[in-house]
C-alpha cells in the first residue's frame, strides 16, 4: 500500500506569513498533484509535477518535485487569507491505460489571520 | 467550475432508505471516480470506471453499488447505510489515457441517522 504523509497537519499564521507544506512517501511516483480543498467544496487542482527536481510556480505559491518523485513541498510566500484551505497532495501511478489511480495524503489545514 | 457537477449536494437519510448519488461531467473524459473523504481519514478511492467499464473495486462493502451507464454519468446507489457512512462523497473525472489531472465535484455530504 503506498502512503503519502503530509505535514503539518494544521498551520496557522498570519498574513504576509512564510510557509511550507511537506508531501513525503516511501513510494515512486509517476506524477504529483496539489489540491486546494474548501469547506462544502471538491478539492480543485492547483499544479501537477511530473520530472523529477521539477519546480513550478504559480504567483505566491511554489512546488517542488523531489529528485527520486517521491517527495513534494508546497512554499507559499506572503501568504493571505484568501489562501485559507485544505491543501491536498496525491501521487499518481498509471493503472494499466485504466485511468490513473491517486494516492492522496492526509492534507493540510491552513488557516491566514488578517 | 470544474465541469463535474454532484447531486444532491447535501443528503439526510435513515439506514434503511435506498437512495442515490449522481455525478456528471461536462469535460470529454473517459474515467470517472468515486471517493470518499471522511473527518479524520485521507480520501479514500472507492470505485474507478474506465471507458464505462469497472476496473476498481476498492473494497468497498456491498451496501455502495456503483452504475455508469456512459462516460458522462456515474450514479453510486445506497442501501441500508451505516452512522460510520456519513461522508463527503466525491466524484472526479480524468482521461483513461495519457492524461494526470483528476478533475472533483464539489461532493454530496451525506448524512446517515
Known amino acids: 500500500t503506498q502512503l503519502l504523509e503530509q505535514s503539518p497537519q494544521f498551520l496557522s499564521i498570519q498574513e504576509g506569513e512564510n510557509l511550507t507544506v511537506y508531501c513525503n512517501s516511501s513510494?515512486?511516483?509517476?506524477?504529483l498533484q496539489w489540491y486546494r480543498q474548501e469547506p462544502g467544496e471538491g478539492p480543485v487542482l492547483l499544479v501537477t509535477?511530473?520530472?523529477?527536481?521539477e519546480v513550478k510556480k504559480l504567483k505566491r505559491l511554489t512546488f517542488q518535485f523531489g529528485d527520486a518523485r517521491k517527495d513534494s513541498s508546497l512554499h507559499i510566500t506572503a501568504a493571505q487569507p484568501g489562501d485559507t484551505g485544505l491543501y491536498l497532495c496525491?501521487?499518481?501511478?498509471?493503472?494499466?491505460?485504466?485511468?490513473?489511480?491517486?494516492?492522496f495524503g492526509g492534507g493540510t489545514r491552513l488557516m491566514v489571520k488578517p | 467550475e470544474t465541469g463535474v457537477t454532484q447531486t444532491p449536494r447535501h443528503l439526510v437519510m435513515g439506514m434503511t432508505n435506498k437512495k442515490s448519488l449522481k455525478c456528471e461531467q461536462h469535460?470529454?473524459?473517459?474515467?470517472m471516480y468515486w471517493y470518499k473523504q471522511s473527518a479524520k481519514k485521507p480520501l479514500e478511492l472507492m470505485f474507478v470506471?474506465?471507458?464505462?467499464?469497472?476496473?476498481e473495486n476498492n473494497s468497498v462493502p456491498s451496501r455502495f453499488s456503483p452504475e455508469c451507464p456512459n462516460s458522462s454519468h456515474l450514479f453510486l446507489h445506497l442501501h441500508t447505510l451505516q452512522p460510520e457512512d456519513s461522508a463527503l462523497y466525491l466524484c472526479?473525472?480524468?482521461?483513461?489515457?495519457?492524461?494526470?489531472?483528476?478533475?472533483f465535484g464539489p461532493g454530496t455530504r451525506l448524512t446517515v441517522t
Open positions: 469535460l470529454g473524459h473517459n474515467a
Open positions: 470506471y474506465s471507458l464505462e467499464e469497472r476496473v
Open positions: 472526479a473525472s480524468s482521461q483513461a489515457t495519457g492524461g494526470y489531472e483528476q478533475y
Open positions: 496525491a501521487g499518481q501511478t498509471p493503472y494499466n491505460n485504466a485511468g490513473n489511480m491517486l494516492t
Open positions: 509535477v511530473v520530472t523529477g527536481g
Open positions: 513510494s515512486v511516483f509517476s506524477s
